[in-house]
């Protein structure tokens, strides 16, 4: 069988609620694959894309931030990620590999050349601006300006299909990983003016004040001003505007492979590295909580044998995509994923034996970098350090401090109610258990045990609490 083509698109702190905003992306969920329970080993850059890259936790990768002494570019180098990524696995089976856009926190283009794996390399450090920045071609240095032409999406949209036009013999892989929609969230100049009036969606969560048994890091967040409120407003509507170019160029992509015959040879992924909140408990725009907003992102799949409009409830993390790439590559090493392969999901098998839960881990950064694009604004959640587990129907939280979350999505689906205060103690052991042995694990096999733990509590399903449950404030 001929080795498939791969297209991944990566985007930047991309939230769910921007899909309704992306055309293109809505009609590769009705023509493939979604998975409405996909989640990220931490809501930070520069981790969530070592776990992409390897299939490994944080735990494993060594990177928890975006600069050392534990993360950053120069942490994913010195423990040895680099050899272990599945670019390398992919180059080694003879596939043609291109990483373009943005690849992780600390990478300088005028400091460090392309990394091992990759063909084609073109990398820019601080593309957030979308404009007026350097990539590195290759190891040239080319320097882009403020013309709409050097709009940074674009001119990798550019890039990606050249690319795929000198590739028709495949098998190819390229990564495009766009700095869109992260702050400061820069509209191509022809999508400034769309959507006007938009507003933030105005869910449940948003605006929310923390009940009397929230973390203590959130009860130290003040409500939103009205000025605050407008700002969020005008962020969310040109994070909207922000993701056109985005879509546009994955249409533009899938036009070019039907033109070249290859639409059945090609899967194409869409996702993002982590999510993003924008008032949603009175928080200001930012990431790295342990809440759904912040953790869960899109994972839509199209290509080859899957089915039209399929929609995966099953657990998945991040750490599956590197497997998930080698196995449809058909290469052997050198990886050592923690995570699993969806192909099998993807082409319709069913896997009883997938994982139960998802871990997230997250250590609160020391101090942040002035450069740090990722650096909290104030107010934005600057959690401490925490580990989770987000299962079917619940999120189970430890931090450092010794304090404990559990919600019951079931009945508190926007995670506003901290019951852990008031549950059986047998339950709650159970999760310390599971997240004790997930915390640790290495390796598929070992991590996929981890993550079976069985954590139900009473026959029905139901939470169990120890007393009867009453409103909080």
Known sequence: MTKPNIVFVLTDDLSINLLQY?????????????????????????????????????????????????????????????????????????????????YLNGYEPKAAGPAPGWDEWDIAGHGYREFDYNLNENGRIVRYGSDPADYLTDVLAGIADRFIRQSTSGPFFIEISTFAPHAPYTPAPRDADKFPGLTAPRTPAYAARPDV?????????????PNEIKTIDDQFRLRAQSVQAVDRMIGELRATLAELGLTDRTYIVFSSDNGFHMGEFSLRPG???????????????????????????????????????????????????????????????????????????????????????????????????????????????????????????????????????????????????????????????????????????????????????????
């Open 22 to 102: 992306m055309p293109n992306v809505q009609a590769m969920e009705k023509e493939g694959a979604s998975f409405a329970n996909y989640y990220v080993t931490d809501s930070l850059c520069c981790p969530s894309r070592s776990s992409i890259f390897t299939g490994q936790f944080p735990h494993n990768t060594g990177v928890f931030t975006n600069a050392p002494p534990d993360g950053g570019y120069e942490v994913f180098n010195a423990d040895g990620n680099p050899a272990r990524t599945f670019a390398m696995a992919l180059h080694q089976a003879g596939y043609r590999t291109a990483m373009l856009g943005k």
């Open 213 to 225: 048994d929230a973390p203590r890091w959130l009860k130290d967040i003040p409500p939103l001003e």
């Open 287 to 473: 990431k790295m909580t342990p809440f759904d907003t912040d953790i869960q992102v899109p994972l839509v799949v199209v290509g080859p044998g899957i089915a039209k409009g399929e929609a995966m409830n099953d657990i998945t993390e991040n750490i599956d995509l590197c497997p998930t790439f080698t196995d449809l590559g058909g290469a052997q090493g050198p990886t050592r994923p923690d995570g699993r392969s969806l192909v099998p999901l993807l082409l319709g098998a069913s896997d009883p034996s997938r994982r139960q839960s998802a871990l997230i881990e997250h250590h609160r950064p020391n101090d942040f970098e002035m450069t740090d694009p990722d650096a909290p604004i104030p107010h934005s959640a600057d959690p401490i350090t925490y580990e989770a587990l987000r299962t079917a129907d619940a999120l189970y939280v430890e931090y450092e401090d010794g304090e404990i979350g559990f919600y019951d999505l079931k009945t508190d689906p926007y995670e506003l109610k901290n019951i852990a205060g008031t549950m059986v103690e047998a339950d709650l052991e159970k999760y310390r258990t599971a997240l004790a042995a997930s915390r640790l694990c290495r390796g598929s096999e070992a991590c996929l045990e981890a993550q079976r733990i069985d954590m139900g509590g009473s026959a029905d399903g139901r939470v169990r609490v120890s007393s009867p449950a009453t409103p909080k404030g």
